[in-house]
């Protein structure tokens, strides 16, 4: 099993940052990949940034040259940094852990944290 916890988030004015964190606890060793996604009141859970364990990172469009998802693998630690923050970026942020064994695939969800852009 896999524990995620989450971290960071809060009240930020547009423009401003916000760095989260997402620290995994448990049987760690079989995680490949971990993720941020977001969901806004009234909207569908959106994947916002994902990362691999050798590194590779992928953006989704909307927050490209904002944000940045970095890890450490030997600290089973994933962060996000954001910038240049847009009140649409207004969600509660989740982090995500992909663990693959063999056949055995499994996702495991952290509790989320609020990030709130607004004047």
């Known amino acids: 099993q896999v524990q995620l916890v989450e971290s960071g988030g809060g009240l930020v004015q547009p423009g401003g940052s916000l760095r989260l964190s997402c620290a995994a606890s448990?049987?760690?060793?079989?995680?490949?990949?971990m993720a941020w996604y977001r969901q806004a009141p009234g909207k569908w859970r959106e994947l916002v940034a994902t990362?691999?364990?050798?590194?590779?990172?992928h953006y989704a469009d909307s927050v490209k040259g904002r944000f940045t998802i970095s890890r450490d693998n030997a600290k089973n630690t994933v962060w996000l940094q954001m910038n240049s923050l847009k009140p649409e970026d207004t969600a509660v942020y989740y982090c995500?852990?992909?663990?693959?064994?063999?056949?055995?695939?499994?996702?495991?969800w952290g509790q989320g944290t609020q990030v709130t852009v607004s004047a």
């Open positions: 990362i691999t364990s050798r590194g590779s990172t």
């Open positions: 995500n852990a992909l663990e693959e064994n063999g056949s055995l695939i499994r996702q495991y």
């Open positions: 448990g049987t760690t060793f079989s995680i490949t990949a």
